[in-house]
């Protein structure tokens, strides 16, 4: 495996709820991101969460393009992330058949930490 390293802002825009939206649906948001290192591109995507003191869950999809170590192309990444009293467990893989361009067949993990308000990645690939 192949690992990328470096870091990403994050921008998330609230979605109006539905005016027949039950009360306590999942809230929905459009996410938008820029990669900085090995990765070098943009992220596009909409999220479904809800969160209630402090636990709660969401999913993703997001569709990544840009330069991966010198190849160009694109990938969809899948979130799916439980948060419980403070603790949370993560998983953002890419999807499979998902690559275009330079980056057709990839496959792998994205893993996220978040260190003083910085938002660093690094995603473990592989790449026929």
């Known amino acids: 495996m192949s690992h990328a390293v470096g870091t990403f802002e994050v921008q998330m825009t609230p979605v109006a709820?539905?005016?027949d939206s039950?009360?306590?649906a999942p809230?929905?948001?459009r996410l938008s991101k820029t990669f900085h290192g090995d990765l070098e591109g943009e992220g596009a995507g909409e999220m479904l969460g809800?969160?209630?003191n402090g636990s709660g869950a969401y999913v993703a999809m997001e569709r990544v393009s840009g330069v991966l170590d010198g190849r160009r192309g694109a990938f969809t990444l899948?979130?799916?992330g439980v948060?419980?009293?403070g603790s949370q467990d993560l998983l953002i893989?890419?999807?499979p058949g998902s690559g275009e361009g330079d980056l057709a067949g990839i496959a792998g993990v994205f893993h996220l930490k978040i260190e003083g308000?910085?938002?660093r990645y690094d995603l473990e690939y592989k790449l026929p």
């Open 93 to 95: 893989t890419i999807v």
């Open 22 to 24: 039950p009360a306590g």
């Open 50 to 52: 809800l969160l209630n």
């Open 78 to 80: 899948v979130h799916r």
């Open 117 to 119: 308000g910085v938002h």
């Open 83 to 85: 948060m419980e009293a």
């Open 27 to 29: 809230g929905r948001m």
């Open 17 to 19: 709820a539905e005016a």
